[in-house]
């Protein structure tokens, strides 16, 4: 199979707990910024806001998952996710521990409201 065309092709794709963790995050995504547009950018499912703007983006890896947000709000989180791997504005998520649910829900719900009331773009 190419590239997917869709959050759902990419998740069929995928197989055990990436899959498991990817439909996991999803959910959260869609609760979290119900507003935002499913689409696959670079091979991977992201939330685009109604004005086009990429919030973030989820990646399914060997032994983790990622989502990854703008470098401002992971560094607004910095000493919550002290025990993360974490990069420029990326999370990992290792499949072999619990998600971080309530932590990830608000910094999604941050980088909504930074782009809707700051107007911080992607990148």
Same mark, same amino acid.
């Given at each position: @199979?190419?590239? !997917?065309? +869709? *959050?759902? =092709?990419?998740? =069929? %794709? $995928? =197989?055990?707990?990436?899959? +498991?963790?990817?439909? =996991? &995050?999803? /959910? $959260?995504?869609?609760? +979290?910024?119900?507003?935002? #547009?499913?689409?696959?950018?670079?091979? +991977? !499912? #992201?939330? *685009?806001?109604?004005?086009?703007?990429? $919030?973030?983006? &989820?990646?399914?890896?060997?032994?983790? %998952?990622?989502?990854?947000?703008?470098?401002?709000?992971?560094?607004?989180?910095?000493?919550? &996710? %002290? /025990?993360?791997?974490?990069?420029?504005?990326?999370?990992? $998520?290792?499949?072999?521990?619990? &998600?971080? %649910?309530?932590?990830?829900?608000? @910094?999604?719900?941050?980088?909504?409201?930074?782009?809707?009331?700051?107007?911080?773009?992607?990148?």
């Amino acid at each position: @199979m190419g590239r !997917p065309t +869709s *959050v759902d =092709e990419y998740i =069929e %794709a $995928l =197989e055990g707990p990436a899959q +498991s963790r990817i439909v =996991e &995050l999803r /959910a $959260l995504c869609q609760e +979290s910024a119900p507003d935002a #547009a499913e689409a696959i950018k670079w091979g +991977s !499912p #992201a939330y *685009v806001h109604p004005s086009g703007t990429i $919030l973030f983006v &989820l990646n399914a890896f060997k032994h983790h %998952a990622n989502i990854v947000f703008t470098p401002s709000t992971r560094e607004t989180f910095a000493t919550e &996710l %002290a /025990a993360f791997t974490t990069g420029k504005g990326s999370v990992a $998520l290792p499949y072999a521990e619990p &998600l971080p %649910a309530d932590l990830l829900r608000r @910094m999604i719900q941050y980088r909504v409201r930074e782009h809707v009331d700051h107007g911080v773009m992607w990148r």
